[in-house]
């Protein structure tokens, strides 16, 4: 299947960007306390809740939770859900360790307070009120392909996956997971961009104010990482944030020049190998044709920026 300008992609970890806004929606509201602790909200997760993790640490990856937990061996969802109900951290907490299952905390903090899933939450909060109609979590059968999984070389025997999630945990949750699960197209993610770098609005559409933008990015940043030299290139130092992908994703949003980037590839198809995951950093500044930035309409149809 030929790919195009339309063609859905795998985001991978750049999830976890969506389930970072989604809380930091509850925060604006009032219903969840960003140094909160987990357990005032989950006490049955017994392990976070003695530990005393805050969702502040969830969101800046400073809860001390080893990056992640073979999810995809347990048996069914009861059993799956125990591993990280009695999942203690191993670090020190307030010591950076990048980790998936603080946002799969995040995920059941947000479903419990709100009473809906995440997949519902991300649509009902931002995606449909941006118009970003190509985004979703699986199944998304006109997707790019990503890896063809099969053991040894992989966790699970799944064969080549197209328009599943292709992380593993996510894939045994059932798809929709606060760190990887939704697929997405660049013109969708540009309209993300451009509605951060606006303070939150995009047309007639808000989805967060003001403050809660700036809560969001400013360091140590909430789910996004910042001014990270190894992806950001020259961008990084001037307050620049973003987050990268498994699968070959990346968007970085330079707030200082009102700029964006946005890459959507799949750099595990065929299968992973050294080396295809590395490093995508900038080594110029980039620069975005206006005719595939996608139109503001509170701009009265002038494109809306870089994209």
């Known amino acids: 299947m030929p790919v195009t300008v339309g063609t859905p992609f795998d985001l991978a970890s750049l999830t976890k960007l969506f389930t970072s806004v989604a809380a930091v929606q509850q925060i604006e509201r009032g219903t969840l306390g960003i140094d909160a602790e987990v357990g005032a ?16 640490q969830l969101l800046t990856h400073t809860s001390g939770l080893r990056p992640e937990l073979p999810l995809y061996d347990g048996a069914d969802a009861a059993e799956r859900l125990e591993m990280l109900r ?28 709100t009473g809906r899933s ?3 939450l991300v649509r009902d909060g931002i995606t449909r009120p941006l118009g970003m109609t190509a985004t979703r979590f699986g199944p998304c059968p006109e997707a790019a392909a990503t890896e063809d999984q099969r053991r040894p070389w992989t966790k699970a025997d799944r064969g080549m996956l ?3 999630v292709h992380d593993e945990n996510a894939w045994a949750l059932g798809g929709v997971a606060g760190h990887a699960g ?24 808000r989805i967060l104010g003001p403050d809660f933008v700036d809560l969001l990015l400013t360091p140590p940043g909430l789910g996004f990482a910042l001014d990270q030299p190894w992806f950001m290139g020259k961008l990084a130092g001037r307050g620049a944030a973003g987050h990268t992908g498994f699968t070959g994703t990346m968007l970085v949003l330079d707030r200082a020049t009102d700029t964006f980037l946005v890459l959507l590839a799949n750099a595990v198809h065929p ?10 950093a900038p080594r110029w500044r980039p620069t975005w044709p206006t005719r595939s930035a996608p139109a ?12």
Request: proline share 8%; aromatic share 8%.
């Open 41 to 56: 909200y989950l006490p049955d997760f017994h392990a976070a809740a003695r530990h005393r993790v805050t969702v502040r």
């Open 86 to 113: 009695a999942e203690a951290p191993v670090g020190v907490p307030g010591t950076y360790c990048y980790s998936d299952l603080n946002m799969l905390l995040l995920q059941q903090v947000l479903e419990r307070i």
């Open 118 to 120: 995440l997949d519902v």
């Open 162 to 164: 197209r328009g599943v």
């Open 182 to 205: 939704l697929f997405s197209t660049a013109r969708d993610l540009a309209v993300f961009c451009r509605a951060l770098l606006a303070g939150g609005a995009y047309g007639p559409a």
């Open 271 to 280: 299968a992973a190998r050294p080396g295809r995951t590395a490093a995508r």
């Open 296 to 307: 503001d309409p509170a701009a009265g149809g002038r494109p809306a920026g870089p994209g």
